[in-house]
């Protein structure tokens, strides 16, 4: 009779955008592994980069309230979003997802030609209603590029035409050609006693062939051509406001992200950019929980090269190499050819999705999927212990 295997395993995985909640996520695959060690100790961290589903993740982390607000939703839509408040509400969350997100368009078709943050600045000036001294961004899975124009006017940045006229609709990429003067004497007041922190999934600057428009366009549904034209429009959008505000904020690190919202935060409201998983794993003390485990299990949507700038997984690896702790990667797929280039942040990989599907039939059996995938590293490591154990009683050399 074979000894049962004793380990203590941490799951702490971003959300499987579109189809998993991290506190789903990391339940599932509890589950998996159970199905084979029932032995394993798993401690389950949730976990947001500062994408979809953070809210939810410092939730869990944190006792807070959630408040929930009418917005101008992506496409003009109005929508409810809400924010987090935290620590007798000195602390307050707003997810940049909740009122821009890629699932905010009302007919799920996606353009972010057309596509505002504005909702997101409403989002950010009920929060400051509150009694806060800290205000937290986190601004992952948006559906725009518009600069963070949209967002700035939300808060009271005026924008005039070159007639002087000033621009009331909520801009977008294909309102930024208007713009001609930028007065920010209107700003909302609090926004100068609240300290702004931003977090960012992603390090890309705010133009170029690493920029906003040319890595994130795409998923957002941008054509070749579209990329061209928002990479240019965000060019001479951000010349204006460096000539107006004397800052300059296109080459700094985060910049891109959000479609350009990093860079509106720093250049107009002097916020900081963090990588969202560092202020995760503090929230989480994930550092304290990971000491002395056995194996860290992580994972995401998508595995790719996109994960080792900023994302979930490669900081949670980080603190992994950090504590000599084996970490596995979970993707719900993962790109070709890159498995051997990611050893050296992750021990392993390992995708969910093991049968042909379509895009509609992996969101559906999404944790279905990632359940088996827990069942197929829980085998390896039955298997790994068992081949220890035959070479320590020498039957393999």
Not at 229 to 258: I, M, S
Not at 296 to 305: C, S
Request: with cysteine; hydrophobic share 45%; net charge negative.
């Amino acid at each position: 009779m074979r000894s049962k295997i004793i380990m203590r395993i941490v799951i702490a995985t971003d959300s499987f955008k579109g189809s998993l909640r991290s506190i789903t996520a990391v339940r599932t695959i509890e589950r998996g592994l159970h199905k084979v060690l029932p032995e394993v100790v798993c401690d389950c961290v949730a976990l947001g980069d500062g994408g979809e589903g953070t809210l939810d993740a410092l939730l869990v982390a944190h006792a807070g309230i959630t408040h929930t607000v009418s917005v101008i939703g992506p496409q003009g839509n109005q929508l409810n979003a809400r924010l987090g408040l935290f620590d007798s509400e000195s602390l307050a969350m707003v997810e940049m997802a909740e009122a821009s997100g890629l699932d905010k368009h009302p007919t799920g078709q996606l353009d972010p030609w057309t596509a505002s943050s504005y909702g997101t600045g409403e989002l950010i000036r009920a929060a400051l209603a509150y009694p806060i001294s800290q205000l937290v961004v986190g601004i992952g899975g948006s559906a725009t590029n518009d600069g963070g124009a949209g967002l700035c006017q939300a808060l009271g940045v005026r924008f005039y035409d070159a007639a002087g006229k000033l621009l009331t609709e909520p801009m977008a990429p294909n309102r930024l050609h208007l713009i001609h003067d930028i007065d920010i004497e209107n700003i909302v007041p609090r926004v100068h006693e609240v300290m702004f922190e931003v977090m960012c999934d992603v390090d890309s600057p705010l133009l170029g062939k690493n920029g906003a428009s040319a890595v994130f366009g795409p998923q957002k549904g941008a054509d070749p051509s579209m990329v061209a034209q928002l990479d240019a429009t965000l060019e001479v959008f951000y010349a204006l406001v460096e000539r107006k505000l004397g800052t300059a904020v296109k080459d700094r690190p985060g910049a891109g992200a959000a479609g350009g919202v990093g860079a509106a935060l720093m250049a107009f409201f002097g916020a900081s950019v963090r990588p969202g998983i560092e202020v995760m794993i503090e929230a989480c003390q994930l550092r304290e929980r990971t000491i002395g485990a056995d194996l860290l299990i992580t994972g995401e949507g998508h595995i790719d090269r996109q994960t080792l700038r900023g994302k979930a997984p490669a900081g949670v690896a980080a603190l992994a190499r950090q504590l000599d702790v084996p970490v596995v990667a979970i993707g719900g797929g993962l790109a070709r050819d890159i498995a051997l280039e990611m050893t050296t942040t992750f021990d392993a990989l390992e995708a969910s999705i093991a049968l042909a599907q379509n895009v509609e039939q992996a969101m559906a059996h999404a944790e279905q999927d990632l359940e088996a995938a827990a069942v197929r590293v829980a085998l390896w490591l039955k298997l790994g212990a068992r081949m220890a154990t035959s070479s320590a009683s020498g039957r393999l050399t």
